[in-house]
């Protein structure tokens, strides 16, 4: 069975995401809480 697009596409690790290094690059909030084992429910939106 052929994977979605969307799922070959998806990244698998933080390093293959672009953008958004203001919540998980190094230090930043995001990247705290997987680091830490403490990521919590969030809903993320984007605008223009």
């Known amino acids: ?3 979605p697009l969307a799922e070959l596409l ?3 690790t933080l390093q ?3 953008g ?3 919540l ?3 230090g930043k909030p ?3 809480m997987i680091e830490n084992a403490s990521l919590s429910s969030m ?3 984007g605008a223009n």
């Open 1 to 3: 069975m052929d994977k």
């Open 10 to 12: 998806r990244p698998k």
């Open 16 to 18: 293959e995401f672009v």
């Open 20 to 22: 958004q290094e203001h």
């Open 24 to 26: 998980i690059g190094t």
């Open 30 to 32: 995001i990247r705290r």
């Open 43 to 45: 809903i993320l939106w």
